[in-house]
């Protein structure tokens, strides 16, 4: 019986490092993802809270103050020009803390730790004796930080379903002769391909819809626009992602390599697409980097909707987007594709 288990395991060893994309990639890939959080989560870059602060002269009383709580470490402090875009900025959640100089209120954002992080900073820093900050109730309150991410979080379940559910299965049916055995068939290569989109969109939305109808029932969130905008936005990111995902299934055979790269691809998308945290104040090129990611438009087109009450007037520029990304992503994948790997 150990004979056995040992044949059988050195077979599979031996399969592994013969397939040489897939024993690449298993080296490549974490060294990727480690030198990336070594770039942009590095010590003298994490940050404990998004401040804002209004670009008005401080009141003499509260300048010394705000002097010492604007040296201190760790905050990420971003300048807005009137205090409407930082009230706007803060009731969406893309600021944590926001401070207007000129009278020395405050503002915290509901349910933001780095809100509470910053009050204490504020706390630290002000004189001893008088007390001339003042925390100030948010006019109609806040975005709470739960619904601000539940469109990120649906977008990034339409991601990795988008990816792996189509591209993983292509790479599947070629290594498992399917393909193969289709390629004698009348079926022609668009046809699969978009049978496999049709599917997988399908799929997507309608599990989707019923994780919106759960969460409604359970936590009472809504979507304030337009629901018919809101499964447009859904469809057509699912189609870019499910594209882009034949680009990479269009000839390997190899499941460990294909997955290697769809995560390569789905680890950016979560971090520059404001899955988890917002990128107000982040440089011009992380933004410029984010606007070519799908999933990019599809979170930011889906909070518009579902948190501010915008329709299709409002998102059709990232349904541009979204149709643009696509056309490129199906076109080059349809063009690389094989039935089965040439001899």
């Not at 990420?76 to 009230?87: A, C, I, Q, T, Y």
């Amino acid at each position: 019986m150990i004979r056995r288990i040992f044949i059988i395991a050195r077979a599979r060893i031996r399969e592994f490092y013969r397939d040489k994309t897939s024993l690449g990639w298993n080296f490549l890939f974490p060294l990727l993802i480690i030198a990336s959080f070594s770039v942009f989560f590095s010590a003298d870059t994490r940050n404990f809270a998004r401040v804002g602060i209004v670009d008005l002269p401080a009141d003499s009383a509260i300048e010394e103050s705000l002097e010492r709580f604007q040296k201190s470490r760790h905050l990420h402090l971003l300048v807005f020009d009137s205090l409407e875009k930082g009230r706007h900025a803060l009731e969406r959640q893309r600021v944590d803390f926001l401070l207007n100089p000129a009278d020395g209120r405050y503002w915290v954002a509901e349910g933001a730790p780095g809100g509470y992080v910053a009050e204490r900073f504020l706390m630290a820093a002000e004189h001893p004796d008088p007390i001339y900050f003042l925390r100030t109730p948010v006019a109609g309150g806040s975005l709470p930080y739960v619904e601000w991410l539940f469109p990120g979080i649906i977008g990034m379940n339409i991601m990795f379903g988008s990816l792996f559910g189509v591209g993983y299965a292509i790479v599947r049916y070629r290594k498992n002769g399917v393909l193969k055995r289709l390629s004698v068939t009348p079926l022609r290569p668009w046809e699969f391909l978009t049978g496999q989109v049709v599917s997988r969109i399908f799929l997507l939305l309608v599990s989707t819809g019923i994780v919106l109808a759960i969460c409604s029932l359970l936590f009472g969130f809504r979507v304030k626009g337009s629901i018919f905008a809101l499964f447009m936005i859904f469809a057509m990111g699912s189609f870019a992602l499910v594209s882009l995902s034949v680009i990479i299934a269009s000839r390997t055979e190899s499941e460990e390599f294909a997955e290697g790269v769809l995560n390569l691809m789905a680890w950016p998308m979560m971090f520059f697409s404001e899955v988890w945290f917002s990128l107000e104040g982040a440089d011009e090129w992380v933004r410029q980097v984010a606007f070519f990611l799908p999933l990019t438009h599809v979170i930011t087109a889906a909070r518009q909707i579902m948190n501010e009450g915008a329709g299709i007037p409002d998102v059709y520029h990232h349904m541009l987007a979204l149709a643009g990304l696509s056309l490129i992503f199906m076109v080059v994948g349809a063009g690389l594709f094989r039935w089965h790997r040439e001899k």
